[in-house]
Nanobody, 129 residues
């Protein structure tokens, strides 16, 4: 059974940092693309960041560009999201997503949640002002 398990969420003050982790189990995702999405209460799920299979190509939402960094360790089947200079608007449940078959995809596909086959259960990030 494939599982994506997120961790690292919590409560932080504006301007602070958090590092989210997403560990995959059940199959190897080292040759697939992975991403982070988020969903705030009453809002649609939105794209945050994407990384290709090797970590050499990334995409970011404009709202997080320059503040968030996505990375991965294939030997650990894990993807990370380093979040700096957090703002109250970043408050949301953050979800990890994966597609184990595609190694590289275009930005438009990367930002579409329908691209991904597997999803984690989410981890809550709350940024206080």
């Amino acid at each position: 059974q494939v599982q994506l398990v997120e961790s690292g969420g919590g409560l932080v003050q504006a301007g602070g940092s958090l590092r989210l982790s997403c560990a995959a189990s059940g199959r190897a995702f080292s040759t697939g693309v992975m991403a982070w999405f988020r969903q705030a209460p009453g809002k649609e799920r939105e794209f945050v960041a994407h990384i290709n299979w090797s970590g050499t190509n990334t995409y970011y939402a404009d709202s997080v560009k320059g503040r968030f960094t996505i990375s991965r360790e294939n030997v650990k089947n894990t993807v990370y999201l380093q979040m700096n200079s957090l703002k109250p608007d970043d408050t949301a449940a953050y979800y990890c997503a994966a597609d184990s078959y595609r190694m590289n995809i275009a930005a438009a596909q990367a930002m579409d949640p329908n691209t991904y086959d597997y999803w984690g259960q989410g981890t809550q990030v709350t940024v206080s002002s």
